[in-house]
């Protein structure tokens, strides 16, 4: 019995200090982008700590002989091995050496724990645990805004008195409160079915994840909500019909996509004024023109080295000139370009292989298991790919997403025959 107390206890050490370090560097507390130049900075704090969990997973793997099992699944998933090596050979033409290095290990053990996490928990747990990841996180958001407006909210123009809570930014705010609305809305949605009163806290956190949206002023977290929702009901109601729908149908429905996509993309202006925002994206298309021009054209198939360039006060200064910001950019604006930044067309290859996977085994496993829960791995594939069109969420000033997606293309790989989960 205190075997497994103390196992149950450890197991919610690896869970909670691993979500808080994937979030770290996003944090308002936090440096975005510490100095790795001091061995005993936060940068390599961060990372001892990572080794921490680490060694803390390490330790339940041989507790329970699943070692042989975990270091199996890490073969089925291959590419990810490929990614990471190449993401530490960039350390030899990368333009910061140390700050690639730190980025590297950082994707590594996060990449370790999330395999961990995406093994031995199904997907009702790990929203299980997003769940009061998220409720913890929105109220601490709504406590520094009220507690400290002058910390919990942007203080410059054109963005001033937006939450950001204890985020960065607003729209790093606005991206993770979808993500978490998303949960709460699924597990809503299940409980409902399960005539489950436990859904009502549910429900609360729903209309309060709305509420911290609403302030944070963010039209990338407005249309990421709308599509996230309506991908949500659509799963919920093909759950509910699927047995009634023959092949015309989805014919029919496909056509009524491809006809929605054509009239939305042909009118992007009247789209984006709806948000009071351009087709420009506020400066992101110009942001981005001068980056694929001028420097991922430099080194078009190795990049820069991975996490190293958005890292340097002159790199930024010198896009702000070029494109004439106000302020400096921090980040691309756009995962995948800041993948092609750091690692090239052969790292954006590799890393466009796994998303691809990650989507094929989500779906297979949704089509297969036919639950709301068995949807939310693919849930999270559909998130990451529209909230990195307009931000940078895939290891850029966090590891929280990345996090996430090697946890769903884990839990949805194929397990050997007699494994069992925790």
Not at 49 to 54: E, G, I, M, N, Y
Not at 69 to 92: G, K
Not at 126 to 149: D, Q, R, S, Y
Not at 325 to 348: A, E, Y
Request: glycine share 6%.
């Amino acid at each position: 019995m205190n075997k497994t107390a103390d196992h149950l206890k450890l197991e919610a050490f690896i869970l909670l200090l691993a979500l808080l370090l994937a979030n770290l560097r996003a944090l308002i507390f936090i440096f975005l982008f510490p100095d790795t130049s001091v061995l005993l900075g936060p940068a390599w704090i961060e990372i001892a700590l990572w080794f921490l969990v680490a060694l803390a997973m390490v330790y339940q793997l041989r507790r329970g002989n699943q070692t042989a099992h975990y270091l199996s699944m890490w073969l089925r998933n291959w590419p990810l091995i490929a990614f990471i090596l190449f993401a530490f050979a960039s350390v030899f033409w990368s333009l910061g050496f140390v700050v690639t290095l730190f980025r590297a290990l950082e994707l590594l053990l996060a990449t370790l724990i999330a395999s961990y996490i995406g093994i031995y928990y199904r997907p009702p747990q790990i929203m299980e645990f997003l769940f009061w990841f998220g409720a913890i996180l929105l109220i601490l958001t709504a406590a520094t805004v009220f507690a400290a407006p002058k910390t919990g909210t942007m203080y410059w123009a054109p963005f001033y008195g937006a939450w950001r809570g204890i985020y960065w930014h607003r729209n790093h705010l606005a991206s993770i409160t979808v993500l978490l609305n998303m949960v709460f809305l699924c597990r809503a949605l299940i409980a409902f079915e399960n005539r489950n009163a436990r859904g009502f806290l549910d429900g609360i956190f729903y209309v309060f994840s709305l509420i911290v949206l609403f302030f944070a002023k963010s039209a990338t977290g407005y249309i990421l909500f709308i599509v996230l929702n309506f991908f949500v009901f659509c799963c919920w109601l093909w759950l509910r019909f699927a047995d009634r729908l023959q092949k015309r149908h989805y014919y029919i429905i496909l056509g009524f996509f491809i006809a929605a996509a054509i009239l939305i993309l042909s009118n992007l202006d009247i789209v984006f004024g709806l948000f009071n925002r351009t087709s420009t994206l506020t400066g992101r298309v110009g942001l981005w023109d001068y980056l694929l021009k001028s420097r991922v054209s430099q080194h078009p198939w190795w990049g820069h080295g991975f996490g190293a360039v958005w890292t340097f006060d002159a790199f930024r200064e010198d896009v702000r000139q070029h494109i004439g910001w106000p302020s400096q950019p921090l980040i691309g604006d756009n995962g995948f370009l800041d993948i092609l930044l750091h690692l090239g067309g052969v790292g954006l290859l590799i890393f466009l292989a796994i998303l691809v996977m990650a989507l094929v085994r989500s779906f297979q496993y949704a089509i297969s298991q036919k639950t709301l829960a068995s949807f939310f791995p693919l849930m999270v594939i559909v998130y990451a790919f529209f909230a990195n069109i307009s931000f940078s969420l895939f290891a850029e000033t966090e590891v929280f997403i990345w996090f996430l997606i090697v946890a769903v293309l884990f839990t949805t790989t194929r397990l050997p025959v007699n494994t069992t989960s925790h």
